[in-house]
């Protein structure tokens, strides 16, 4: 399996400008780790980072409840 992957290597550097980085650790925003039991893709790094990077201000003493009149916004939709 190395001969053909070095093999393939060679001949796309040829057709292509391209580097090796190595193991494939994170792309678009998806983490990609291996194991014996196969690859795993995961994007909590991604959310993890989109929260720490989204500043969404929220009053400390909210108080949420329905007011009499108010008609629920999912009625009917099951």
């Keep these: 399996m190395t001969d053909e992957r070095e093999a393939l290597k060679k001949?796309?550097?040829?057709?292509?400008?391209?580097?090796d980085l190595g193991d494939l650790k994170y792309f678009l925003g998806i983490e990609?780790?291996?194991?014996?039991?196969?690859?795993?893709?995961?994007?909590?790094?991604?959310?993890?980072d989109l929260l720490s990077d989204t500043d969404t201000p929220m009053e400390e003493?909210?108080?949420?409840?329905?007011?009499v009149d108010q008609v629920p916004a999912n009625k009917g939709r099951y």
């Design 11 to 19: 001949y796309l550097s040829q057709e292509f400008e391209m580097k």
């Design 32 to 48: 990609v780790s291996r194991s014996h039991g196969g690859i795993f893709l995961s994007q909590r790094k991604y959310a993890l």
């Design 61 to 67: 003493v909210l108080k949420l409840e329905i007011e």
